[in-house]
């Protein structure tokens, strides 16, 4: 089974903290991604990653930044907390080579910014 | 550009009762076509998958989905829910041709009474 784990389930922060969300897959996946999930929003796509050290914009990148200095770890920056960042971030991964691979999410983080 | 559409945001049927989720899609090309799942304090996962052959795609729990290419639509069904089936269900188009960015629906929650 796929694993996506993701390593902080809560969080509260505080307006203009820079904050780190961690992420590792155990099934050597190529791509990784981070989508935010608001109700009535659906997932949107903050960023993505298909090597190492590589890394595209998504939908939504203002505000956040990402880093992948393993294949197994992507990580999701706020470099300054806002109190319209208070979401659920989910971070998944997937195959590379192809479009159509599934994808596999973490339990995603719940970030409150006060 | 790439769009899903749901048209449910909540769904409330009673046990034994037949279920089908709208799900439309904007995109001209080849697409491949997914419905993820989310249990209520789980993360999401697959339900099932379009990628190409039969447009009818069965996937776990009984659930299925058919792709009609003409009306740009791939609809979930379910012909009798259960408890167990309340969840938030969404609804993912990929681009074949495109990059890896797959697009998700707002989500349909569905309330099953017991």
């Known amino acids: 089974d796929v694993k996506v784990t993701q390593s902080s389930r809560y969080l509260v922060k505080r307006t203009g903290e820079k904050v780190f969300l961690e992420c590792v897959q155990d099934m050597d996946h190529e791509n990784m991604f981070w989508y935010r999930q608001d109700p009535g929003l659906g997932l949107r796509l903050i960023y993505f990653?298909?090597?190492?050290?590589?890394?595209e914009k998504g939908d939504i990148p203002e505000g956040y930044s990402v880093s992948r200095e393993k294949k197994e770890r992507f990580s999701l920056i706020l470099e300054s907390a806002s109190t319209n960042q208070t979401s659920m971030y989910l971070c998944?991964?997937?195959?590379?080579?192809?479009?159509?691979?599934?994808?596999?999410f973490g339990e995603g983080s719940w970030l409150t910014v006060v | 550009a790439q769009s899903v559409s749901q048209h449910n945001h909540h769904v409330i049927l009673s046990e034994a009762a037949s279920l089908e989720l709208g799900c439309n899609y904007s995109y001209g090309g080849t697409v491949n076509l997914f419905w993820y799942v989310q249990y209520p304090g789980q993360h999401l996962q697959l339900l099932l998958k379009y990628f190409s052959g039969d447009p009818l795609v069965k996937g776990i729990k009984g659930f299925e989905a058919e792709f009609i290419k003409s009306k740009f639509s791939f609809n979930l069904r379910k012909p009798s829910v259960q408890w167990s089936d309340t969840a938030e269900y969404f609804c993912a188009v990929n681009a074949r041709t495109g990059g890896f960015k797959t697009i998700f629906g707002a989500g349909t929650r569905l309330f099953v009474k017991a």
């Open positions: 990653s298909y090597d190492v050290k590589m890394k």
């Open positions: 998944a991964s997937s195959l590379g080579g192809g479009t159509g691979n599934t994808i596999y």
